[in-house]
């Protein structure tokens, strides 16, 4: 149990090269999970890396419970890691695998087998201790990785891409019981992932990274609902969020953003989406407007106010759970996902509702996102994230 | 994950071809081609073995049946004498390269992991540079160090001596332990080291405790490697020691090339084999832990 923080961490491998890390600024309470995510080459593994000591900072602090440990050795810390690979010594077996820590530490032998006891029926793995980590399943490897994490009882635990070696339908079993671990033992955690579903389920706190620059930090619906920008919206969300470029206009005190169908004539191929009070001199700008997949609904014949827009469908994919219909809006595929018992044919038309509060503008060159006067107020905390 | 892949495949072709594919299979296993192959390794290995049957007949005849016989022809009269004169003329000598190469391989193979151990694991500044200087010693002549290093072993006060010369055998085999071990290592993920330095294990924890345990195949490598050179080295020996400290080697040099009295084939031949026996020896005995290792170090993720 205990806090982490990292105070304008920096990380170069040479003063010709592009820093590695840039001005890392987070800190998570004492139990809380934290993911680190972002495309490969983003630094979130150099981050954990030097987290855990096994690489060294090139500025800044890293505090463990308020103290800096950045000048510690990594054995000195008292963290645990689970590597992507899982890092299992081959030539010992699963018990000496998780009482190698435990013996280093200097700690008694009827301690430590006390300890690989416990650990071992934590995670059901009491059948395998004699056996070496080349007759285990991929599976298994990982468990033991984790057993071998969670018998020192660290202060922090870093897990780097641990389910990413596991197929398909174990890394969903895999990571229900990391989580299930977390909510039972509540230590202090922090987790890299490339995968978006993995950083949205686990996570407390997500860190969203790209070039060595954490682009948001906040929980998984402030990231899901308010990313701070074009990258952070397209990377967390499957399907991802549309993007379409949008013209704006100015009526009325506030603007509104225009899209079209590629439908000529049978009913509406036209709407407006009110968008709130912009900065003058947005009018003129490529804008681009970010709906997700199942904020766009079917109009309903409710005589709702909400906006709505009849466009062609080009293709539809049913997923099971649901049916991504896909049409064209503004020259640009836009995916829909509406309910599994919606199947429309290809070529017919729907009637499509957006609902203005959910639709997110963003600034086509810069990728930042732009908000509106009137709903400044609530997203504060974006904003100030997005300056940092 | 490579045995299973290769079982796999090889099941897969097993079941492919059913029903007359079977009756097929059986024909192609004696077709012209495969005789032809096995005809042509049959007398390639009767080719190499017709030295060493020639040495041993040789040695097991009298003078005289030398004389009067060929190459080939069964002794008439089989006898050991050949082999008892070679031991006692080649005895001391035996026993000075038994010391020179024991201590000279077990050394340079312990300096070679270490070095192994440090270039691929702990790479420091330079560390590239230093390897890629350490690879020229591979391909130093022997000849081109003989000069500088009888002018060290001088200083050092260890010229004519066993010690000089397994000093003079670990500095010349260092670079080649340290290409075997360094290679092997470099396959070894980092993250294993990465895990030991986190659960508390230091440099030299890491290295007896993880690595070694790992590098049985290697070790085999390198002791088979370094004995073979050692033992069989000529120019070091009659270079660097003289007398009664000479190696086996530079011994049979000296009873083959005597000029004096009759020529004793049969001794030749015994002792030319008592000096080849220990690396043969080492074949037969760490060629089976080297096969042993290679297949208990498939450890994959």
């Not at chain 1, 984790?146 to 070696?165: C, H, Q, T, V, W």
């Not at chain 1, 174990?170 to 993995?198: A, G, N, S």
Request: charged letters at 20%; glycine letters at 8%; aromatic letters at 8%.
């Amino acid at each position: 149990m205990a806090t982490l923080e990292l105070r304008n961490v920096n990380k170069s491998y040479g003063s010709g090269l592009a820093d590695t890390l840039k001005n890392i600024e987070l800190s998570i309470d004492s139990g809380e999970f934290l993911i680190l995510v972002g495309p490969s080459g983003c630094g979130k593994s150099t981050l954990m890396n030097c987290i855990a000591g096994l690489e060294s900072i090139s500025g800044g602090a890293i505090l463990v419970d308020g103290a800096d440990i950045s000048g510690m050795s990594p054995k000195d810390r008292d963290i645990a890691m689970v590597f992507q690979s899982y890092a299992l010594y081959p030539t010992m077996n699963v018990r000496d695998n998780i009482a190698f820590g435990l013996k280093m530490r200097k700690m008694a032998p009827a301690a430590i087998d006390e300890e690989v006891a416990r650990v071992a029926k934590l995670l059901q793995i009491e059948h395998l201790l004699q056996r070496k980590p080349g007759q285990l399943s991929g599976g298994q490897q990982q468990r033991v990785a984790m057993g071998r994490a969670l018998a020192r009882r660290p202060k922090i635990y870093l897990f780097d891409e641990p389910l990413s070696n596991l197929d398909a339908k174990l890394r969903v079993e895999m990571r229900t019981e990391i989580k299930l671990m977390h909510q039972r033992l509540k230590t202090t955690t922090v987790y890299v992932t490339h995968d978006q579903i993995e950083a949205m389920t686990l996570g407390d706190k997500v860190a969203v990274m790209k070039d060595g620059i954490i682009q948001q930090f906040g929980t998984p619906q402030q990231i899901y609902n308010d990313p701070a920008n074009l990258f952070v919206a397209s990377f967390i969300g499957s399907p991802p969020m549309n993007f379409i470029p949008v013209r704006l206009q100015r009526r009325d005190g506030q603007c509104w953003a225009v899209l079209s169908s590629s439908l000529g004539v049978a009913g509406q191929a036209r709407c407006e989406l009110p968008l709130g009070e912009l900065e003058a001199g947005m009018d003129n700008r490529d804008l681009i407007l970010g709906i997700r997949p199942e904020q766009i609904q079917l109009a309903a014949d409710d005589g709702a106010e909400a906006p709505s827009i009849c466009a062609e469908v080009e293709v539809t994919e049913p997923t099971g759970p649901d049916t991504l219909v896909f049409v064209n809006l503004n020259q640009t595929k836009v995916c829909c996902r509406l309910a599994p018992d919606m199947t429309p044919q290809v070529g017919s038309t729907l009637s499509l509702r957006f609902e203005p509060s959910r639709v997110l503008l963003f600034d086509a060159q810069s990728g930042e996102r732009l908000l509106a006067k009137k709903r400044q107020a609530t997203d504060n905390k974006v904003a100030q994230l997005k300056r940092g | 994950m490579n045995d299973a892949s290769v079982a796999q495949r090889r099941s897969a072709a097993d079941l492919l071809p059913s029903g007359d594919g079977g009756a097929k299979r059986r024909m192609r296993a004696i077709s012209p081609s495969r005789l032809a192959i096995h005809a042509t390794l049959l007398f390639a290995a009767a080719l190499y073995l017709v030295p060493l049957v020639v040495m041993l007949l040789t040695s097991i005849k009298t003078p005289e049946d030398i004389r009067t016989g060929n190459l080939l022809s069964w002794p008439e009269t089989f006898t050991l004498i050949g082999w008892v004169k070679a031991w006692s003329v080649v005895d001391g000598y035996f026993w000075n390269s038994v010391k020179i190469a024991i201590p000279a391989v077990l050394i340079s193979t312990a300096v070679g992991a270490l070095n192994g151990y440090v270039l691929s694991m702990w790479r420091f500044r330079g560390s590239q540079l230093f390897f890629g200087l350490l690879l020229f010693g591979c391909f130093l002549p022997f000849q081109t160090v003989l000069l500088p290093a009888s002018f060290t072993l001088g200083k050092l006060g260890l010229a004519n001596t066993t010690a000089g010369l397994v000093l003079v055998h670990v500095v010349y085999g260092i670079a080649f332990t340290t290409l075997f071990f360094r290679n092997y290592y470099v396959t070894v993920p980092d993250a294993l080291v990465r895990a030991a330095r986190l659960d508390g294990a230091g440099f030299f924890t890491i290295f007896g405790r993880i690595l070694l345990p790992m590098s049985v195949p290697i070790i085999m490598v390198c002791l088979i490697w370094q004995f073979t050179q050692i033992w069989n080295d000529f120019l070091f020996g009659v270079v660097f020691a003289s007398g009664d400290a000479q190696p086996i080697t530079v011994a049979l040099n000296n009873l083959v090339n005597t000029s004096t009295g009759a020529k004793e084939y049969n001794v030749d031949m015994a002792a030319a084999m008592i000096a080849g026996l220990p690396t043969l020896l080492v074949y037969i005995v760490a060629g089976k832990y080297f096969l042993r290792g290679l297949t208990a170090g498939a450890v994959k993720g």
